[in-house]
């Protein structure tokens, strides 16, 4: 033990110069690349770093647009279907009033059919009646007056009536 606390100073001087030697071939060979290394990935990872933020903020920028257009898209589309509302509804209004117009004219035309159908059968039934008076009235004064024949006339005469409105009707 006594050895190693009193050295050598031959062997000292040995082991400095070996040792700096080591130490300038190391930094000759190995440290130069070997930091040149470190430098350069630094500079890769400081690259990738803010081509990332590039990215993301390039990502930001294009989903704010992709929001802003999809904004724009539904308003759009809420005033497209606002307007096809619009329009359903101004299309309706417009069918059920032609078809109130033509219901209204379909009545009136009946009503007037009805009305010309109506006095044509007055007309008829008046003309029947009129020749049925004259049929009985002409009856009446081929026989006499008596009150039987009278009788007789007048069920004969109500007998044809009925056979005529039977006939008519049929």
Known sequence: MGDLLSPDLGLTVWTIVTFLCLVGILKAFAWGPLLKSIDEREARLKADREGAEKARAEA??????????????????????????????ALRAKLTAAAAADAAAIKAKTTVELAAEKDKLVGDLRKEVASLSVLAAEKLLHKSVDAGVQKTVLEGFFKDLESSKKAGSN
């Open 60 to 89: 930001e920028r294009i989903q704010r647009e992709l929001e802003a257009q999809m904004a724009g898209v539904q308003a759009k589309s809420r005033e497209l279907l606002a307007a096809a509302t619009k329009d359903g509804e």
